[in-house]
């Protein structure tokens, strides 16, 4: 393991998207050792690279972007591309359960 390796070269390379055995490979570490000494700190790195993704996609959607607003729909709303008929909806008089 080499101790010259610090933690900002490890955010640099986990705010790309790099997998945990990726980043190991380019420094020449074990996925292991990597885990021990930066686990916190690329998972962290990951959650705002997330947030910004998120932010960004949103941004691109609310700008009039209709195939973003489509696939947000899809992840997060859980809607369907496909044309189905009225019968695929429940009425807006049936119970909600659960």
Same mark, same amino acid.
């Given at each position: 393991m080499d101790? %010259?390796?610090d933690e900002q070269q490890i955010?640099?390379?986990a705010i790309t998207g790099a997998? +945990?055995?990726e980043i190991a490979d380019a420094?020449?570490?074990t996925v292991a050792d990597l885990i021990a000494k930066f686990g916190a700190a690329m998972k962290q790195t990951r %959650?705002?690279?997330a947030v910004s993704l998120r932010r960004k996609q949103s941004e691109v959607a609310? +700008?009039?972007s209709t195939s973003m607003l489509s696939h947000l729909g899809?992840?997060?709303l859980g809607q369907s591309d496909r044309s189905g008929d009225?019968?695929?909806f429940p009425s807006p008089l049936d119970p909600k359960v659960g």
């Open positions: 101790s %010259a390796i955010r640099g390379m997998t +945990d055995q420094i020449g570490w %959650a705002k690279r609310f +700008d009039g899809r992840c997060e009225a019968n695929d």
